[in-house]
């Protein structure tokens, strides 16, 4: 019997609905069903927009550290629709969740152009990458690019310099400004051999940061509604499709970034063809010849060498969505967290000064790696900033299978039962706050919201089990998806420091209340009165005289 056209389209319809009426149960009954019910947390003020509008007007880093400080180190709190999320600060539960990326995933879609790269790339494919990127971020290499770090900062000095002599030392500089630029040269340069040319004041407008500007605007919200749809994308991954407004601009800006990527890789392979030629036929570099200024030239050359077996090689589109990554991970995360430790150094004259006295005994403007690194108080200003101005101030993970969390503390739930372990189930989203880890008043003490470097000589003991993978803070995260460029913008960072605190003496152009902090992804500084000129740090530059 064949069945009509519209009896097909009748049953499509009623399977639809079924289908419809059971997701909307299902949602309804969340509240009653999920493992996460009694879990400790604020009350559920809408059932359509759950704690998003709180989240959003007070800023979602300090929100979810207010309920830390309230609810304790294990919580849960609503999206829309019954939509939970669960946070955890707990050692033992961060180490479980973080060494296991296989079942404590990244979460969801994020632009194409990132799709493939070492940010958003998943299993197999992450850790082959992995495997082939990390020579290139290892201590030797770093070690060949700390003359491009200190090229560019004292190129940044004398640019802010020339902005002192042309106005005046009472005039602010807006620190944000000339850190971003840097970072973003030191990139270009370091990551792929690529010009951005940002810190010359006569440089011509460039067209893969124009693009790159394009697709990864973020937080230069004019109304606050860019914060709030940003803050939907970001922690419900199905929505951000809809979320994010396409338009030919864009499209432009994703062919340039393509084009340009493509460009420069083609250019390397060349490169490194011509110059292995030069062996004899047949031959590819192998993993000991790999020594180059630039990271990607590395992990194309690294890509090549013989000891690699195919199936672990990395794809062109691969090596490609690197390009975009480097810049996503490795510019306004270090240019942040360098302004804020000049922003803490203006709060803190006394360290200031100890700090200057401690670099000006350095012979040199431009040291080596083993020299900037031997200077402790350097070294213990850069992880104070890190610990208390985590520039990336939470990231989540997405449950991919149900799963049981240990805990090192119980916690007593809602019903007054004592806890060992946290029931998630496959999908459940865990906000790791990194942020307010880092100044837990339980691990710090109580001076946790001081910028104090002095504590660094020696560590208290539960910081020593945080399973972050540097310096006993999470800024970096930790596991096997920990930031690979760690040790890159630390002695990026050092370097900037060493270059300017030499050179400026620094204080705030306003008064300390007026910086606040807003955060998407990265926690960078606005004016409380004024948050619609945008990101800034205004400052004071004194030259230090010789
Ligand atoms: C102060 C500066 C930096 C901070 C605070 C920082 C922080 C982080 C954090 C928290 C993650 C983990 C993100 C997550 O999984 O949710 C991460 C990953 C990553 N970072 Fe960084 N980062 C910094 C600088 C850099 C630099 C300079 C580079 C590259 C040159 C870089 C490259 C990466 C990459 C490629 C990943 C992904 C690693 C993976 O998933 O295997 N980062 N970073
Ligand atoms: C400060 O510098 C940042 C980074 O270049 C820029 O986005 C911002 O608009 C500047 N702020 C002001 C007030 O000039
Ligand atoms: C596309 O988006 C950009 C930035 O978001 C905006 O400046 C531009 O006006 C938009 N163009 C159109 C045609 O909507
Ligand atoms: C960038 C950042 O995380 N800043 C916060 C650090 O914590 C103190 C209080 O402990 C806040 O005042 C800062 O805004």
Sequence with gaps: ?????????????????????????????????????????????????????????????????????????????????????????????????????????????????????????????????????????????????????????????????SQIEQNDDAVPINATDGLSKMTLDVIGLTGFNYEFDALNPHGKPNELNEAFSMIFAQGDDKRGSRTFRNLLGLYVPRLRQFLTRRNTSLSNAHQIMRRIGAQLIEEKKREILEATASHGPNTVPSRQDVRGRDLLSLLIRANMAKDI??????????????????????????????????????????????????LLSVGTDTPNMEELNALPYLDAVIAETLRLHSPVPQTARLAKQDDVVPLGKPFVDKKGCMQECVRVKKGTFTIIPIMAINQSKDIWGEDADEFRPERWDKLPEGAANIPGVWGHILTFLGGPRACIGFRFSLVEMKALVFTLVRAFEFTLAVPADDIIAKSVVVRRPYLRGDPKKGVQMPLIMRPVCA
């Design 309 to 358: 077996p195919e199936s672990q090689r990395m794809s062109d589109e691969d090596i490609l969505a690197q390009v975009p990554t480097f810049l996503v991970a490795g510019h306004e995360t270090t240019s942040t967290a360098t302004t804020w430790c000049l922003y803490a150094l203006t709060q803190a004259p006394a360290v200031q000064q100890k700090l200057r006295e401690e």
């Design 1 to 161: 019997m064949a069945i009509s056209p519209s009896t097909l389209a009748l049953s499509v319809l009623v399977a639809a609905a079924f289908i419809g009426i059971y997701k909307f149960l299902q949602i309804l009954l969340r509240p009653f069903t999920s493992p996460l019910r009694n879990l400790p947390g604020p009350p559920n003020p809408s059932f359509i927009y759950g704690n998003t509008r709180q989240l959003a007007r007070d800023g979602f880093s300090d929100t979810i550290r207010a309920w830390i400080d309230k609810y304790g180190h294990v919580l849960h709190y609503k999206l829309f629709l019954n939509y939970e999320h669960v946070v955890i600060t707990d050692s033992r539960a961060l180490h479980h969740i973080l060494t296991q990326p296989d079942i404590f995933g990244k979460s969801g879609r994020v632009s194409p152009l990132l799709g493939k790269g070492l940010l958003a790339a998943q299993g197999e494919q992450h850790r082959n990458q992995r495997h082939v990127m990390n020579p290139a971020f290892g201590p030797a290499q770093i070690r060949e690019l700390t003359g491009v770090f200190l090229e560019k900062s004292l190129q940044l000095r004398d640019v802010w310099m």
